[in-house]
């Protein structure tokens, strides 16, 4: 039953964010996201483009696995790369019940193909609901923007956020969604983050969470946790990638 559901979760990340041949829809994506990259002085974080492993950042309490790469060069440029990793708890693996979040990177050439296709339109393409959709901080002067759908008759959450990434000294922009829904876990601490001292919700997000969240359409006490674990990760990884320098940094 695990591994089926598994399979489920990265058919449905595959799907959700599947590119929209379509005419732009206006969602005004642009405008409601910030892009005000603030980081440490040492330029933007570095990732590189010719292997997994120096995309995106492990994260304490998580075991990171890469699933596939996504051919989309020709929607987010010849030098883009396209991922699909996943987030379980560590050494307990995928697992009915057990702590599970999917992730989708996008390194793109240029910023305006990322707006150009969103995942507000892959909902709006695909005909699903798009119940609610609200910016929230994640520090260093990102924003990132949950979204709020029903997705096979299970209420689903995604975190996403962009920022500017370095790919051998060009500036690129990268970008993080992260999948959640009501039948797993999104974080591995015994209780999910409410904003206690010591955890990256309440060090970079605190008060200014909950009030952006209180009014999101489709939330739920369920809900609310899955956002809230989403949102804990999303910060975990916008703080080491800062700090750090990315995760190609040493290479």
Same mark, same amino acid.
């Given at each position: 039953?695990?591994?089926?559901?598994?399979?489920?979760?990265?058919?449905?990340? *595959?799907?959700?964010?599947?590119? &929209?041949?379509?005419?732009?829809? /206006?969602? /005004?994506?642009?405008?409601?996201?910030?892009?005000?990259?603030? =980081?440490? /002085?040492? =330029?933007?974080?570095?990732?590189?483009?010719?292997?997994?492993?120096?995309?995106?950042?492990?994260?304490?309490?998580?075991?990171?696995?890469?699933? !596939?790469?996504?051919?989309?060069?020709?929607?987010? =440029?010849?030098?883009?790369? $396209?991922?699909?990793?996943?987030?379980?708890?560590?050494? &307990?693996?995928?697992?009915?019940?057990?702590?599970?979040?999917?992730?989708?990177?996008?390194?793109?050439?240029?910023?305006?193909?990322?707006?150009?296709?969103? *995942?507000?339109?892959?909902? %709006?393409?695909?005909?699903?609901? *798009?119940?609610?959709?609200?910016?929230?901080?994640?520090?260093? $002067?990102?924003?990132?923007?949950?979204?709020?759908? &029903?997705? %096979?008759?299970?209420?689903?959450?995604?975190?996403?956020?962009?920022?500017?990434?370095? &790919?051998?000294?060009?500036?690129?922009?990268?970008?993080?969604?992260?999948?959640?829904?009501?039948?797993?876990?999104?974080?591995? !601490?015994?209780?999910?983050?409410?904003?206690?001292? $010591?955890?990256?919700?309440?060090?970079?997000?605190?008060?200014?969470?909950?009030?952006?969240?209180?009014?999101?359409? /489709?939330?739920?006490?369920?809900?609310?946790?899955?956002?809230? $674990?989403?949102?804990? *990760?999303?910060?975990?990884?916008?703080?080491?990638?800062?700090?750090?320098?990315?995760?190609?940094?040493?290479?």
């Amino acid at each position: 039953m695990g591994a089926d559901r598994g399979r489920g979760r990265i058919l449905r990340a *595959l799907w959700v964010v599947a590119p &929209v041949m379509a005419v732009v829809i /206006g969602v /005004g994506v642009a405008g409601a996201q910030q892009y005000d990259f603030i =980081g440490l /002085g040492d =330029g933007a974080p570095e990732v590189a483009i010719d292997s997994e492993k120096n995309i995106i950042p492990a994260v304490g309490g998580w075991d990171l696995a890469h699933v !596939t790469e996504i051919g989309w060069t020709d929607i987010f =440029g010849q030098q883009s790369r $396209g991922d699909v990793f996943t987030y379980t708890k560590a050494g &307990v693996g995928e697992a009915e019940g057990q702590p599970f979040v999917l992730a989708q990177t996008i390194i793109a050439e240029s910023k305006s193909s990322l707006d150009r296709y969103t *995942l507000e339109q892959c909902i %709006d393409f695909h005909r699903r609901t *798009l119940e609610g959709r609200q910016a929230v901080p994640l520090g260093h $002067g990102v924003t990132g923007v949950i979204l709020h759908e &029903v997705y %096979d008759g299970v209420p689903s959450s995604t975190l996403y956020f962009v920022f500017p990434v370095s &790919v051998q000294g060009e500036l690129r922009h990268a970008r993080i969604a992260l999948f959640g829904d009501i039948e797993a876990p999104t974080w591995v !601490t015994a209780e999910p983050p409410s904003g206690d001292a $010591g955890s990256a919700l309440s060090n970079q997000v605190g008060l200014v969470l909950d009030n952006a969240l209180d009014g999101l359409p /489709g939330t739920t006490p369920e809900r609310a946790q899955v956002d809230r $674990g989403l949102i804990d *990760l999303g910060a975990r990884i916008v703080e080491i990638m800062v700090t750090t320098g990315g995760p190609a940094k040493s290479q």
